[in-house]
């Protein structure tokens, strides 16, 4: 999908300012759902629920190496 692209010229800061800014033709839902894919992409990966109980410290390590 090709979109033109537009040149605005203004004569003044004051009238850029009340220019509307321009969108894209097309729902809004689907701009969210494109921003919530991208966000699970790269959305740091979360440790499982609950609390642990480790016998050593090393242990602790490799658990937390586990989910990194």
């Not at 969210?32 to 242990?59: D, M």
């Amino acid at each position: 999908m090709k979109t033109e692209k537009r040149v605005q010229k203004f004569r003044s800061i004051e009238e850029m300012n009340k220019a509307p800014v321009p969108e894209r033709p097309g729902s809004h839902f689907e701009r969210f759902l494109r921003h919530c894919a991208r966000w699970w992409a790269i959305a740091p990966k979360q440790y499982p629920r609950g609390v642990f109980k480790f016998r050593s410290i090393e242990e602790a390590q490799k658990a937390r190496e586990k989910y990194r």
